[in-house]
RNA sequence: CAGGGCAUGGUGUAGCUUGGUAUCACGCUUGCUUCGGGAGCAAGAGAUCAUGGGUUCAAAUCCCAUUGCUCUGACCA
């Protein structure tokens, strides 16, 4: 049944241009469009909806662990942002600068937030007082703007939607552990909601975010061999806080200084959706982000009316029980309606029409492996419909995590090395021996960055392959997006 | 930021060499017939040809500049 699939001649096939295929996604499946100002784009109401449903899921889960949300000002002005050095150093060359207000010359330049911990610290010096105030669990949903010079959607954009969870602790450990906390909420939205394992783990000094201590991350495996660093948590110690002068009295009323986190994810994780699940048809949704989840599909539904009713009742059913259902019983064709919700990824396809009602069934297809089910109608469809969705889940991260898994590839030689970066066959784990110099060599040979030290740091060999010199640390190298 | 390609109704395009305001298809609207893997017929609506300047009686077409997109590479989430 499943070979009479047909391949969607919208879309350039996978293997003979993958940049091309993504830009065709994004395009053709209406997540976005372009504008005319340069790496500023529209995200349109079936791409929002995607991020609105990754949000829902992260804000329900930071709430959880008692954080709250504020909102900033999109302006910092500059004497802010100078406070501290390393932090504008990393960030000033590609901030956006408003100097005019109102017609006039502004007397002090204002920079449109490329991340806001400076505006953070500059309320936290105001609110922090005492002990009793602390911790303070901050996060902000908001969009961010870095003057990119090549962007591509979704991936890396001037402007781009993210969270950013800026918190304040009493002690070094319960900061860090809030910290790894996050990355751990991080790690689970990939695997519960994204439908795809993440490497987790630390970065190295040379990828560390400008001005925190440790740097941690999830890595996302793309299809074509790539990395990509779906989201960071840092952790700041209290540099930040004795720039900006965030200090508080303990109990007993000596000054202290607190220790500081600060963590996010973007919009790119709609590019990570998209790359990692897609195929030569068109998106593939996971369940929990799709914006539609069951599509209905009434056949000949003139000739018996019988059809309708039947799909309208299924559709009130399964929308009463939260499910994202659609019933399309527009006048297209369903040769064409099976094509357009392939491409646009929806999870789950359900096909009635007078036969199957004769017969008592209904036809259920899957999206991500054209699994077709004909199940009777006197079945409980919710319950079926909710545990072949809950299957699709499950399918999905199996099928990512088997990916990732046949492409972390153990090197033991510098050959080894070079055939794993330069065919992009994913991730060369290999024994480094931790100095920024075999990082810089790396880069320079083969055009690859340290991802990350996983946290798992079994060993596997005492030398470092590049270096010769003693391997100090197991680390994932690999070309980035 | 460097190198290549592209820019014409919503989408994909023809026209450009040899100047005379625009082709075809899809989509859209209306009606009828259709509907089990991208339907058919009929009638419609829709473009100051990316932007700015120049040459010319006349520019989608020739010249210059700018902008955006895209691919490949360097830089950065």
């Given at each position: 049944?499943?070979?009479?699939?047909?391949?969607?001649?919208?879309?350039?096939?996978?293997?003979?241009?993958?940049?091309?295929?993504?830009?065709?996604?994004?395009?053709?499946?209406?997540?976005?469009?372009?504008?005319?100002?340069?790496?500023?784009?529209?995200?349109?109401?079936?791409?929002?909806?995607?991020?609105?449903?990754?949000?829902?899921?992260?804000?329900?889960?930071?709430?959880?662990?008692?954080?709250?949300?504020?909102?900033?000002?999109?302006?910092?002005?500059?004497?802010?942002?100078?406070?501290?050095?390393?932090?504008?150093?990393?960030?000033?060359?590609?901030?956006?600068?408003?100097?005019?207000?109102?017609?006039?010359?502004?007397?002090e330049?204002?920079?449109?937030?490329?991340?806001?911990?400076?505006?953070?610290?500059?309320?936290?010096?105001?609110?922090?007082?005492?002990?009793?105030?602390?911790?303070?669990?901050?996060?902000?949903?908001?969009?961010?703007?870095?003057?990119?010079?090549?962007?591509?959607?979704?991936?890396?954009?001037?402007?781009?939607?993210?969270?950013?969870?800026?918190?304040?602790?009493?002690?070094?450990?319960?900061?860090?552990?809030?910290?790894?906390?996050?990355?751990?909420?991080?790690?689970?939205?990939?695997?519960?909601?994204?439908?795809?394992?993440?490497?987790?783990?630390?970065?190295?000094?040379?990828?560390?975010?400008?001005?925190?201590?440790?740097?941690?991350?999830?890595?996302?495996?793309?299809?074509?061999?790539?990395?990509?660093?779906?989201?960071?948590?840092?952790?700041?110690?209290?540099?930040?806080?004795?720039?900006?002068?965030?200090?508080y009295?303990?109990?007993?009323?000596?000054?202290?200084?607190p220790?500081?986190?600060?963590?996010?994810?973007?919009?790119r994780?709609?590019?990570?959706?998209?790359?990692?699940?897609?195929?030569?048809?068109?998106?593939?949704l996971?369940?929990?982000?799709?914006?539609?989840?069951?599509?209905?599909?009434?056949?000949?539904?003139?000739?018996?009316?019988?059809?309708?009713?039947?799909?309208?009742?299924?559709?009130?059913?399964?929308?009463?029980?939260?499910?994202r259902?659609?019933?399309?019983?527009?006048?297209?064709?369903?040769?064409?309606?099976?094509?357009?919700?392939?491409?646009?990824?929806?999870?789950?396809?359900?096909?009635?029409?007078?036969k199957?009602?004769?017969?008592?069934?209904?036809?259920?297809?899957?999206?991500?492996?054209?699994?077709?089910?004909?199940?009777?109608?006197?079945?409980?469809?919710?319950?079926?419909?909710?545990?072949?969705?809950?299957?699709?889940?499950?399918?999905?991260?199996?099928?990512?995590?088997?990916?990732?898994?046949?492409h972390?590839?153990?090197?033991?030689?510098?050959?080894?090395?070079?055939?794993?970066?330069?065919?992009?066959?994913?991730?060369?784990?290999?024994?480094?021996?931790?100095?920024?110099?075999?990082?810089?060599l790396?880069?320079?040979?083969?055009?690859?960055?340290?991802?990350?030290?996983?946290?798992?740091?079994?060993?596997?060999?005492?030398?470092?392959?590049?270096?010769?010199?003693?391997?100090?640390?197991?680390?994932?190298?690999?070309?980035?997006?």
């Amino acid at each position: 049944m499943e070979n009479s699939i047909k391949k969607n001649s919208q879309i350039t096939p996978r293997e003979e241009n993958f940049a091309q295929w993504y830009t065709d996604i994004c395009l053709k499946c209406e997540l976005m469009s372009y504008t005319s100002t340069k790496g500023f784009i529209i995200y349109r109401p079936y791409g929002f909806a995607i991020w609105e449903n990754i949000k829902k899921y992260l804000d329900e889960e930071f709430k959880k662990t008692g954080h709250q949300n504020v909102y900033m000002p999109c302006l910092i002005p500059e004497h802010l942002l100078l406070k501290e050095k390393e932090h504008v150093e990393g960030f000033a060359p590609e901030c956006a600068v408003v100097t005019i207000g109102g017609k006039k010359e502004l007397e002090e330049k204002l920079y449109v937030r490329p991340t806001s911990e400076t505006l953070f610290c500059d309320h936290f010096k105001d609110i922090l007082h005492s002990y009793k105030d602390l911790p303070i669990k901050y996060n902000q949903w908001c969009s961010v703007v870095r003057w990119e010079k090549t962007t591509k959607p979704f991936l890396r954009g001037s402007e781009f939607l993210w969270q950013e969870g800026h918190t304040l602790h009493r002690t070094e450990v319960e900061a860090r552990e809030e910290a790894l906390n996050m990355l751990k909420v991080y790690g689970k939205l990939g695997k519960e909601c994204l439908c795809f394992p993440f490497s987790l783990g630390k970065k190295t000094d040379k990828e560390k975010f400008a001005g925190a201590l440790e740097t941690y991350s999830i890595e996302a495996l793309m299809p074509d061999g790539q990395a990509l660093q779906a989201g960071t948590t840092h952790y700041f110690g209290d540099g930040f806080a004795k720039h900006y002068d965030i200090k508080y009295l303990d109990e007993n009323n000596t000054l202290q200084v607190p220790f500081q986190t600060s963590w996010g994810v973007s919009t790119r994780l709609i590019g990570a959706v998209i790359m990692v699940h897609g195929d030569d048809n068109g998106l593939v949704l996971p369940p929990l982000v799709a914006p539609t989840q069951v599509v209905i599909i009434p056949i000949r539904a003139n000739q018996d009316k019988e059809v309708l009713k039947t799909c309208k009742k299924i559709e009130q059913k399964l929308s009463k029980k939260g499910i994202r259902v659609l019933l399309d019983n527009s006048d297209k064709t369903p040769g064409f309606k099976f094509n357009q919700y392939e491409m646009k990824g929806v999870p789950l396809r359900i096909e009635l029409g007078p036969k199957d009602l004769q017969n008592k069934v209904l036809s259920m297809i899957r999206r991500f492996d054209y699994l077709k089910k004909q199940v009777s109608l006197e079945e409980d469809i919710v319950k079926l419909v909710v545990k072949e969705l809950e299957e699709i889940s499950n399918g999905m991260y199996k099928k990512a995590e088997q990916f990732l898994d046949s492409h972390i590839i153990e090197v033991h030689t510098e050959e080894e090395l070079k055939d794993v970066l330069t065919n992009n066959k994913g991730y060369a784990k290999m024994m480094w021996d931790g100095t920024r110099e075999t990082e810089d060599l790396i880069k320079e040979r083969y055009q690859a960055t340290a991802r990350c030290l996983p946290f798992n740091q079994m060993k596997f060999g005492d030398i470092d392959p590049v270096s010769k010199k003693k391997a100090k640390y197991v680390c994932l190298f690999c070309r980035a997006y």
